[in-house]
């Protein structure tokens, strides 16, 4: 069974940094795509980056490009979110993501998954 449990997040200033980790078993990850996606309150799920586990691409939303940096340790089944600049429309509860097509497609150019939270997220709260 694939379990994902995410941590680091957190309240803090506008434009502070926080960098997130998602500890990731039950798959290998190497193969697989990767992700963070986040769900602000009463609003719908927002892919916010990927890592393709094909070829190597990331996709960043526009929201957060040039702020975020994804990354992934595969010998320690365990991927990152570098988050800085934070600013208070980045509030929201994040959530890791792994899997392969056909739940989860991953290029440069889009994200797009089931957006299924298979862990309990951490909340990152921007406020001053």
């Known amino acids: 069974q694939v379990h994902l449990a995410e941590s680091g997040g957190g309240l803090v200033q506008p434009g502070s940094s926080l960098k997130l980790a998602c500890v990731v078993s039950?798959?290998?990850?190497?193969?697989?795509?990767v992700g963070w996606f986040r769900q602000a309150p009463g609003k719908g799920a927002e892919g916010v980056s990927c890592?393709?586990?094909?070829?190597?691409?990331?996709h960043y939303a526009d929201s957060v490009k040039g702020r975020f940096t994804i990354s992934r340790d595969n010998a320690k089944n365990t991927i990152y979110l570098e988050m800085n600049g934070l600013k208070p429309e980045d509030t929201a509860v994040y959530y890791c993501?792994?899997?392969?097509?056909?739940?989860?497609?991953?290029?440069?150019?889009?994200?797009?998954?089931?957006?299924?939270?298979r862990g309990q997220g951490t909340q990152v709260t921007v406020s001053s």
């Open positions: 993501d792994a899997d392969l097509p056909p739940n989860f497609y991953c290029t440069s150019d889009y994200y797009f998954s089931a957006w299924v939270a």
């Open positions: 039950g798959l290998t990850l190497d193969v697989y795509h």
């Open positions: 890592s393709s586990g094909a070829d190597g691409s990331i």
